[in-house]
Structure formats: C-alpha cells, structure tokens
C-alpha cells in the first residue's frame, strides 16, 4: 500500500507541474493534448530564437570580435580559437598550394577560417 500511494503523489506532483507549463486556452478552441504540444513548441522555438538573436549573440560577439570587454574565459576562448585557426593554415601552407581546391569549413562561425583559405587559394 506505501508504493501505491508513493506512486500516486509522484503521478500527482508530475500532472500538476505539467499543466503549469500549459498555454492558455484559446477562446472558442478546444484545448488537447496536440495543440499542447503545439504551442509549447512554437513558444521553446521562439525562447530559443530570442536567446541567440540577443544574449547568445552578444556573448559570442564578446568572444569572436575585437571588443575588450571579455572575461578571462571568454579570453581563452578567443586565444584558443585563434591558435587553432593559424595552426590549421601552417598545415595548409605547408602542404603546399591550395590554389583551385575545394576546401569545407564546417563550423558555425565568422569564416575565420574560411576567409584565409580563400584568400590562400587565390
């Protein structure tokens, strides 16, 4: 009978935190469990694009510009970063000519990568 109950309070507790997230019921909609999920996508899509379109964007401006306003971590970052983009073109240069390859930088950055080897393979 305790792990019943320990069940039901927890089963209690979850339903009751989950209906906390719910949005709002539209008038003359009927509220399921599919428009739930709906709305609380579109909303974590738009927190998500808000953050990286605002505070994302200002910490990774800190880090990748040529702003001093950086802590020691972000500095690292920034000293770390450069380090392995010039060791990477030390590679490139030692290999020799890159004039008329392909080359793929996947990464999600400036092109501070990018932007030298196009200029190497010029």
């Known amino acids: 009978m305790k792990t ?3 069940y039901a309070l927890a089963a209690a507790c979850l339903a009751t935190t989950t209906t906390a997230f719910a949005p709002p019921a539209l008038s003359g909609v009927v509220q ?3 428009n739930t999920q709906l ?3 579109v909303d974590d899509k738009t927190e998500v694009r808000e953050y990286f379109n605002n505070e994302g964007f200002n910490r990774w401006n800190k880090i990748y510009s040529e702003s001093d306003e950086v802590n020691t ?3 690292d970052i920034r000293n770390g970063h450069d380090q392995t983009i ?3 073109l030390n590679w490139v240069e ?4 890159i004039k008329g390859k392909t080359v ?3 990464g999600c950055g400036v092109g501070s990568l990018a932007i030298p080897l ?3 393979g010029k």
């Open 4 to 6: 019943f109950t320990k």
């Open 32 to 34: 399921t469990t599919a």
């Open 39 to 41: 709305f609380s996508t």
């Open 73 to 75: 971590v972000q500095l």
């Open 86 to 88: 010039q060791k990477i």
């Open 94 to 97: 030692a290999d020799g000519d």
């Open 104 to 106: 793929c930088d996947c």
């Open 118 to 120: 196009a200029q190497m």
